[in-house]
């Protein structure tokens, strides 16, 4: 299977001049991403990748990104967006993921621009919502296209692939990715950063920000001893778990009460 997506993807690039074009991957370092700069890198295709970051991200994932794509021999960027964030978020109503995947785009797109890339490389697959209404609007072949109209054609690799087929062929190229044992809060089990667990009907405060990633910390370390899927919404500190107990629980409501007790004392003060 994983031959054959070379292979097609091979005959694509050929097809649409890829091999005379520098390409920029958007890389969370998720197994998504992380597939699409395999094919792209053994396709031949001139590749780099960028990764944002920004004060609240996850430290324990990123040496593990460095080491794959140092691997594969591809240049790594990476762009802290913790200002640009801030600045396009606060005061804002949730989620945060819609104002700091548009910070992420612009940037990517800037970054491009500057640095003599042609084209943006993501890492969507068949489930992702862009696959729907979104996409349907570009008339030619989906794996690459002008939407959203930002200025750079943008190319998905996965486009044509299932959730199921990308798990597939990442467990063939023998892809693991450095786990934090978040909840998701999507169907198929993709991590992010601790922000994606700010109440999503909540306006955005940077107090939120701190108290997003302090919460979640400590529940990854749990999550991870015990082997399950765990994160924490806030300000509501409402515990999301796919596999916990009882035991579990009452080890994760522990865990927070600190954290749930200075959160209140610290809105008590500033009123």
């Not at 978020?89 to 003599?116: D, E, Q």
């Not at 489930?127 to 750079?152: C, E, F, M, V, Y």
């Not at 529940?219 to 778990?241: E, G, T």
Request: overall charge positive; aromatic content about 10%; proline content about 3%.
């Amino acid at each position: 299977m994983l031959s054959k997506a070379i292979g097609e993807l091979k005959d694509f690039a050929s097809r649409e001049g890829l091999y005379e074009r520098k390409i920029l991957l958007m890389f969370s370092g998720g197994k998504d991403s992380s597939l699409a700069l395999y094919l792209l890198k053994n396709a031949g295709l001139n590749i780099s990748a960028i990764t944002f970051i920004h004060r609240w991200s996850w430290r324990e994932p990123l040496p593990h990104m460095l080491k794959f794509t140092a691997s594969l021999g591809v240049e790594h960027y990476l762009v802290d967006i913790t200002e640009s964030l801030l600045r396009n978020s606060l005061g804002k109503k949730g989620p945060i993921c819609i104002h700091c995947k548009k910070v992420m785009l612009k940037n990517t797109y800037w970054f491009a621009r500057i640095n003599g890339f042609d084209i943006i490389a993501k890492g969507d697959n068949a489930n992702d919502k862009i696959k729907g209404a979104l996409l349907d609007q570009w008339k030619g072949d989906h794996r690459l296209s002008t939407i959203p109209r930002i200025g750079i054609p943008i190319l998905r690799p996965l486009i044509n692939y299932t959730a199921e087929e990308v798990e597939a062929l990442a467990k063939e190229a023998d892809i693991r990715v450095f786990r934090m044992y978040e909840y998701g809060r999507r169907r198929q089990w993709r991590e992010g950063c601790p922000l994606q667990y700010i109440d999503k009907e909540q306006i955005i405060e940077k107090e939120y920000f701190d108290l997003a990633y302090k919460a979640n910390y400590e529940i990854s370390k749990i999550a991870r001893k015990h082997k399950v899927r765990m994160s924490v919404l806030v300000p509501s500190f409402r515990i999301m778990c796919h596999g916990c107990n009882e035991k579990v629980l009452k080890e994760a409501k522990t865990a927070l009460e600190g954290i749930k007790r200075r959160s209140a004392n610290a809105s008590s003060g500033k009123n």
